[in-house]
């Protein structure tokens, strides 16, 4: 059973950037198709951004399109959310996700296609 730690969450400005890392505690985290949701005040968890098992397959929520970047490092059990052109509405609870699969091209967009999670990393951007 793997265990995902956030880091990175913070306090910023409107228009800043921010880096989010998930790590993973499992060696076959390459098995592990992963993914980033945000919870804010009053809302459910929704989809932020996907990545297959390789790397090489993303997907991203229309809202953060441009914005986000998701990036893994199998040699290193991590999977980070580059932020920029952080907004208000961007401010919520992060929440690192994985499944194993079997697809090397394949990523989840959805939440109950989960069945780890971290903790989550708050962020909260100011206008």
């Known amino acids: 059973q793997v265990q995902l730690v956030e880091s990175g969450g913070g306090l910023l400005q409107a228009g800043g950037s921010l880096r989010l890392s998930c790590a993973a505690s499992?060696?076959?985290?390459?098995?592990?198709?992963m993914g980033w949701f945000r919870q804010g005040p009053g809302k459910e968890r929704e989809f932020v951004a996907a990545i297959s098992l390789s790397g090489g397959s993303t997907a991203y929520a229309d809202s953060v399109k441009g914005r986000f970047t998701i990036s893994r490092d199998n040699a290193k059990n991590t999977v980070d959310l580059q932020m920029n052109k952080l907004k208000p509405e961007d401010t919520a609870v992060y929440y690192c996700?994985?499944?194993?699969?079997?697809?090397?091209?394949?990523?989840?967009?959805?939440?109950?296609?989960?069945?780890?999670w971290g903790q989550g990393t708050q962020v909260t951007v100011s206008s």
């Open positions: 499992d060696r076959t985290f390459s098995t592990y198709a």
């Open positions: 996700a994985a499944r194993r699969a079997y697809l090397g091209n394949y990523y989840y967009t959805q939440k109950q296609h989960y069945n780890y």
